[in-house]
């Protein structure tokens, strides 16, 4: 995600800072190169040589006459962004003013008289996050390009988003820079998860996804500039900040898309059709259950046999179709059998019968794992793909890209 991007990271006074070594470290893991600037407050909060340790770099603590600022943040200089996490009202305000008194805030007026992006992920008490100044000076400086990563509002705190949400929308601003996002103006849906089905108030008819693949689609969809909607199944694992959400708001978000939660089939094709009406893309990878049955009013008791009426459920990509006969889709396709041919034989087959732009198939060993060897299958040939579900979903995504191109 991050791969090859230099980020400078400005660091301030909020106790947040106790997470920038931690915010450091993900960026690295996703790729990132990382050099930090902190302003004096912040070393009461987290010392110099833990960021130090963190980057792999000497940290910023003054400005000299080597003009460090210049060097990072300039027009040549070594950063592609500056991410400031966590920030102050303090800091929010004196970057509005261009007020440059701090190693961190005169970073960010260089960054910006640059053109360089900046990512701001503020962090402060709820009560100094609704002052009108200083949501004045968040309006301000987004005006001027800058991207804001909202904080988490609990106990009455302006909590600093999670890394998840920083890293994406650092990795969104440096592709943007780059001219790389390539997904920008484009609306896509992206469903993710297993849906279940009820068979009393307890018990349901599921299977084995974690939707990671599908979130990591909607990820890779996301900083390629995409405005994701995703429609998620509430079994298992929910998406990143799903979880403070109210299932039933009409607007939830997650870090990088719109939230759709859903139970069953038929909530998924219902939410489907209507995310899709002013899309340019839809990209199925939920596991939709095959079958249902009637469920039963009342919890059935234990121990006894019991036989289950089943009845397939519909095909969500048909749905999709019928609803929208020219919209771009891309299928998933799960198969047990190990072997590459049969596997892209059965891709084909759901290509042909929904008129699908190309197939994602891989086997079901894959399922619930970090890890993931898949097919890109077209109607003449198909492509291993492997590594990380990360590392798949930007092929994806990448593909999905040239597609709508």
Known sequence: MLSGVNVALGVTGSIAAVRAVEL???????????????????????????LDWATDEPVVTELTGATEHIELCGEDGWADVLLIAPATANTVGKIAAAVDDTPVTTCATTALGAGLPVVVAPAMHEPMYDHPGVLEAIETVESWGVEFVDPRIEEGKAKIATEDAIAIETARAARAAAGEDDLSGRSVV??????????????VLTNRSSGRMGRAV???????????????G??????LGAAALDPKSD???VPYAMLRQVEDGGEMLTAIE????????????AAIGDYTT???ADKLRSGQDLSLDLQPTPKLIDGARETRPDLPIVGFKTETSGDDDEMAEAGRGIMDRADLSFVVANDASVMGAAETR???????????????????????AGELAALLE
């Not at 469903?191 to 068979?199: C, D």
């Open 24 to 50: 450091a470290n993900e960026l690295r893991r996703r790729g990132a190169a990382v050099r930090a600037v902190t302003t004096p407050s912040a070393h009461t909060i987290v010392h110099p040589w833990a």
């Open 190 to 203: 992206v469903t993710a998860g297993a849906t279940a089905e009820a068979i009393d108030p307890v018990r």
């Open 218 to 232: 909607a990820r890779a969809c996301y900083v390629r500039g995409a405005d994701v909607t995703l429609v998620h």
């Open 234 to 239: 509430v079994v298992g694992l929910q998406p």
């Open 251 to 253: 607007d939830p978000r």
């Open 274 to 285: 209507d995310a899709i009406a002013d899309a340019d893309a839809l990209v199925s990878a």
């Open 294 to 296: 009637d469920a039963h």
């Open 374 to 396: 898949a097919l890109l299958v077209d109607e003449d040939d198909y492509e291993p793909v492997s590594g990380t579900k990360a590392d798949v979903a930007e092929r994806i």
